[in-house]
């Protein structure tokens, strides 16, 4: 790597690497997801221009680095992010700032601990898809569950817009914000709870009604004393 005199961006996640990082300050360098030897008093997610999301490094058996031992100070139902802007309020709900330009081979978590972003690679910037089939597609994932699968925001968007303005030939979506709520917000009790509960209370029911009519509650014993008298 060190005759690489003229490297910009190098993508090394994921490939299991047990290798001391060497890197240019002026190259952006992803070793995410890695086994890293190196010698260095603390770990941190990002270090300048090189990602080190979710490496682990093997001096002194120090685990994962810190990033992902983040936990949430409470418990959140919901998320919103106003993308490319500032914090903003819509409709009674904060939508957290996210102006970071991001790039390559980047980790960076919000100002309020709620979310945080890891990038790897470089996003394709030609606007132009009229002349091209290829199709831009992503799965997302929350909380480690696949939500959507090979999603097609361009597709989905419909292709509202227009295609001369600000630029030729530049048109359809783009994500202006992201808003995630829970299923199941405090205060309100979820399907599943409910019909837990339904079908419990109807066991008992059973059982209680069972239970009278063995005791002959219901008439049973004197039927039978009628019927040994005869």
């Known amino acids: 790597m060190t005759r690489l005199r003229y490297l910009q961006i190098i993508d090394l996640s994921r490939n299991y690497l047990n290798v001391p990082p060497i890197w240019r300050k002026n190259a952006y360098v992803d070793l995410s997801c890695n086994n890293l030897s190196i010698n260095r008093g603390s770990q941190i997610c990002q270090d300048?221009?090189?990602?080190?999301?979710?490496?682990?490094?093997?001096?002194?058996?120090?685990?994962?680095?810190?990033?992902?031992?983040?936990k949430c100070t409470k418990p959140s139902y919901s998320?919103?992010?106003?993308?490319?802007?500032?914090?903003?309020?819509?409709?009674?709900?904060?939508?957290?700032?996210?102006?970071?330009?991001?790039?390559?081979?980047?980790?960076?978590?919000s100002s309020t601990g709620n979310w945080a972003f890891s990038t790897t690679g470089v996003f394709m910037e030609n606007h132009e898809t009229y002349g091209s089939l290829g199709r831009r597609v992503f799965d997302i994932y929350i909380q480690g569950k696949q939500m959507q699968k090979d999603f097609n925001i361009a597709q989905e968007a419909?292709?509202?817009?227009?295609?001369?303005?600000?630029?030729?030939?530049?048109?359809?979506?783009l994500i202006s914000a992201i808003s995630v709520e829970s299923d199941s917000p405090p205060g309100r009790i979820s399907t599943g709870a409910i019909v837990g509960i339904v079908v419990a209370a109807t066991i008992i029911m059973i059982l209680v009604f069972g239970i009278l009519w063995w005791k002959g509650c219901f008439g049973k014993k004197n039927s039978l004393a009628r019927g040994d008298y005869k």
């Open 48 to 70: 300048d221009r090189v990602n080190l999301f979710s490496t682990s490094w093997t001096r002194n058996d120090i685990e994962a680095v810190s990033c992902l031992s983040l």
């Open 158 to 173: 419909g292709g509202v817009g227009t295609q001369a303005v600000p630029n030729k030939s530049v048109y359809g979506p």
């Open 79 to 109: 998320l919103y992010i106003n993308c490319g802007g500032n914090q903003a309020i819509v409709n009674g709900k904060s939508y957290d700032g996210d102006s970071d330009s991001a790039g390559p081979a980047r980790f960076r978590a």
